[in-house]
């Protein structure tokens, strides 16, 4: 991957041998387009017909996620309801397929060290704040998902399916199904411009 001063681009050679050439001015899409070239082929699709490559597909499965897996969100949207979340069509569809799901795993990722995470909306119980005064700031509708390195952040997603870090500070992982490539694999999420919490 190169970076330029107004454009990241990814180059590559196809099992055939061509060049292949991928620029962007987004570093999160560059990053993720650089991650599924390592990927490997052959994966267990998602409801949205997303391939996972083979060592996501292992990791999920291995928290306990399947194909078609469909929780019921019942219970965790009652609960946040009553905290002043509202949840979006986004986050139900995410939830129903991840929700639940512990992934324990750490070491070496791509960009950044890979590192655990619980996808359980109700470890944000408590942080409707931090939430709403975040979409705010992007002007975007912020549910919790879980939290990443045993409760050093919050895992969100906005409702264009945009996955994020929640901290003192945002990043952002990509939009799904893509950022969870990114999360799993260890892919450094691109830092929001706003650097202090509002």
């Known amino acids: 991957m190169f970076a330029r001063p107004d454009s990241y ?26 991650a599924r070239l390592v ?3 052959g994966a267990a699709q998602t409801k949205a017909g997303h391939v996972w490559s ?3 597909e292992t990791v999920l499965r291995g928290a306990g996620w399947y194909p078609g897996r469909n929780v019921d969100t019942t219970v965790w949207r009652e609960r ?3 905290d002043g979340f509202r949840i979006h069509s986004a986050a139900e569809d995410f939830l129903r397929e991840f929700g639940g799901l512990t992934v324990v795993g750490g070491g070496s990722g791509i ?15 408590g942080e409707g704040d931090r939430f709403g005064e975040w979409g705010e700031e992007i002007g975007h509708h912020l549910f ?12 969100g997603l906005d409702e264009r399916g945009e996955l994020y ?13 893509e950022a969870m ?10 830092r929001m411009p706003s650097s202090v919490q509002p």
């Open 54 to 56: 083979a060592e996501v």
């Open 9 to 34: 681009s990814v180059v590559d050679r196809s099992d055939r041998g061509d060049r292949v050439t991928f620029e962007t001015r987004d570093p999160a899409e560059a990053v993720g387009f650089a």
């Open 39 to 41: 990927r490997d082929q």
């Open 111 to 125: 960009t950044r060290a890979r590192e655990p995470f619980e996808l359980d909306p109700l470890l944000a119980l």
């Open 165 to 177: 870090v929640v901290v003192n500070w945002l990043a952002r992982f990509g939009r799904m199904p």
């Open 181 to 190: 490539e990114n999360l799993v694999l260890g892919v450094m999420p691109i």
């Open 144 to 155: 919790p998902l879980g939290e990443l390195d045993h409760g050093q952040a919050f895992i």
């Open 80 to 82: 946040l309801e009553v």
